[in-house]
C-alpha cells in the first residue's frame, strides 16, 4: 500500500510555470509506475503522462507534449510534473497515481492507488 500527497498547484497566468510535486509513502517507491493525471470541471480524467519505476521510460499526452516534463527521484519518494507554457486549458485538478502496470498507463483504470489532487489554475 502506498498513500501519496500532491502539492504545488496554485494560479498562474497564460504561459506561466509551475512545478508539481507528489510524494509517497508506504511501500519501496521505485516498484511503482507512476503517473500524473487531471481532471477539469465538467470533464473527464485525463492523461497527463507517467514514468516507469526503475527504467524511467516516459509517456505524455498530446496535449502537454513539449511543455510538461515528468521526473521521479526514488530516493526521496518523489515523483515531479515540470509545467512550462501553461494555458487556460491546463486549469484542471492534477492527480498522481501509482500502479505496478507498465503498460496501457495511459488508462486511469490501471492505477491502484490515487493522491487527492492539487488545483491548478491558469489565467488568460
Known amino acids: 500500500h502506498v498513500q501519496l500527497e500532491e502539492s504545488g498547484g496554485g494560479l498562474v497566468q497564460a504561459g506561466g510555470s509551475l512545478r508539481l510535486s507528489c510524494t509517497a509513502s508506504?511501500?519501496?517507491?521505485?516498484?511503482?509506475?507512476m503517473g500524473w493525471f487531471r481532471q477539469a470541471p465538467g470533464k473527464e480524467r485525463e492523461f497527463v503522462s507517467a514514468?516507469?519505476?526503475?527504467?524511467?521510460?516516459?509517456y505524455y499526452g498530446d496535449d502537454v507534449k513539449g511543455r510538461f516534463t515528468i521526473n521521479r527521484n526514488n530516493a526521496k519518494n518523489t515523483l515531479y510534473l515540470y509545467m512550462n507554457d501553461l494555458r487556460p486549458e491546463d486549469t484542471a485538478v492534477y492527480l498522481c497515481?501509482?500502479?505496478?502496470?507498465?503498460?496501457?498507463?495511459?488508462?486511469?483504470?490501471?492505477?491502484?492507488?490515487w493522491g487527492q489532487g492539487t488545483h491548478v489554475t491558469v489565467s488568460s
Open positions: 497515481a501509482a500502479t505496478f502496470v507498465t503498460d496501457d498507463l495511459y488508462r486511469d483504470r490501471e492505477y491502484h492507488y
Open positions: 508506504g511501500r519501496l517507491f521505485s516498484d511503482y509506475t
Open positions: 514514468i516507469t519505476g526503475k527504467d524511467f521510460r516516459i
